[in-house]
């Protein structure tokens, strides 16, 4: 586990991973690097602001993968990991990766009534692929998180 005080001898701009935040509010951003500080794990090397949300670049790549995991927990959206070759290491010979791990929040949030393809509807329930609607009349709609970001549009 990586520690601050062990990330005191790396150049300022080094990084291991990059939290792309996208549709996210200033809730969402402002809770993020609270956690970073809170949690002293990790520390943000850069923040860049991109076309439709921020690129948060992390020192540390398994506190970043951690930190997808709780904002999900957290708040309603689609999470994906990726990771990319990034070199191989002179003293170990190992493959060095780089972790992007992307958050986009859905506009709307859980328990919110809102209207769905001409039908009141209620947001009960977020899942990987799938999303579960709660109609006026009581019957259930479950539908893919694809189509139900589509059709919201």
Known sequence: MATLDK???KHPDY???????????DEILEWVKK?????????IAKLKKVRGGVDLYLTDQHYLQRLGK????TFPGITKVSSKLF????????????????FRSLP???GQNFNYLGEKVKL???????????SKDGK??????????????
């Not at 070199?87 to 992307?102: D, E």
């Not at 259930?140 to 549009?153: A, E, G, P, Q, S």
């Open 140 to 153: 259930k709609i479950v539908t893919k998180l694809d189509v139900f970001l589509h059709n919201l549009r």
């Open 7 to 9: 990330l005191e001898n």
């Open 35 to 43: 956690t970073i500080v809170r949690d002293k794990r990790s520390r």
């Open 108 to 110: 709307v949030k859980i």
């Open 87 to 102: 070199t191989f290491s002179r003293v170990t010979s190992k493959a060095v990766h780089r972790v992007n791990v992307l």
């Open 70 to 73: 709780k904002l999900k927990q």
């Open 15 to 25: 990084f291991e991973g990059i939290l792309q935040l996208r549709d996210c509010s």
């Open 124 to 134: 009960v329930k977020v899942n990987k692929k799938m999303v579960t609607l709660m």
